[in-house]
């Protein structure tokens, strides 16, 4: 099982996260032959801001003041969907938004911990997990095409700020 819930959640040096990710972007981009060309950069990065996920007009927002200008939506989109595409980023159905991937280069089926206080995601990934909704949806017949799994739920520091809160009460 692969998982970054101990840093999603916690205090943590938040710009090894952000270096890393980009890192890995320009790899494989390069590998794939494909351009990380600005604009589609400064959508990961703004992605990268945190483990909390963003939707599309926070992110067209961000990205015209941050460049003085007024971007539109389906450039935005666009660079969304080839980040998607690449596989460096994934989008959560249930918010309508997207979130970095931290492991792009590993092969994995993706379920999300949304901590539904603080608002922070972290990815896990499990072969058991892909093996039974694999196993499921042959059983049914059914051909999966991608799948995104999102557990809601408090994060441990969340956890313990209200356990903390319910005490002094
Ligand atoms: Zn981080
Ligand atoms: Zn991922
Ligand atoms: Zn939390």
């Known amino acids: ?5 101990t840093t999603a959640y916690q205090q943590h040096d938040h710009h090894r996260c952000l270096k890393a990710a980009l890192q890995q972007a320009r790899n494989r981009c ?21 483990h909390r996920p963003l939707g ?5 927002d ?19 969907d080839f980040l998607l595409e690449v596989g460096l980023i994934h989008r959560l159905a249930t918010l309508n938004a997207y979130i970095g991937c931290p492991f792009p ?5 993706d379920y999300f911990l949304l901590c539904r206080e603080c608002g922070s ?5 499990a072969e058991s997990v892909n093996k039974a909704i694999v ?12 799948q ?8 441990t520091p969340c956890r313990e700020t209200a356990a903390q809160q319910q005490a002094d009460e």
């Open 135 to 146: 196993s499921t949806a042959q059983r049914a017949g059914f051909v999966v095409e991608s």
């Open 105 to 109: 280069d590993s092969v994995h089926s």
């Open 148 to 155: 995104t799994v999102e557990i809601l739920g408090l994060c």
């Open 30 to 50: 390069s590998a794939r032959k494909v351009r990380l060309t600005p604009i589609r950069e400064s959508v990961l990065q703004l992605l990268w801001q945190s």
């Open 1 to 5: 099982m692969i998982s970054n819930s």
């Open 62 to 80: 961000q990205l015209s003041a941050s460049r003085g200008k007024r971007i539109l939506p389906p450039t935005v989109y666009r660079a969304l």
């Open 121 to 125: 995601v972290a990815e896990c990934s």
């Open 56 to 60: 599309a007009y926070k992110i067209i």
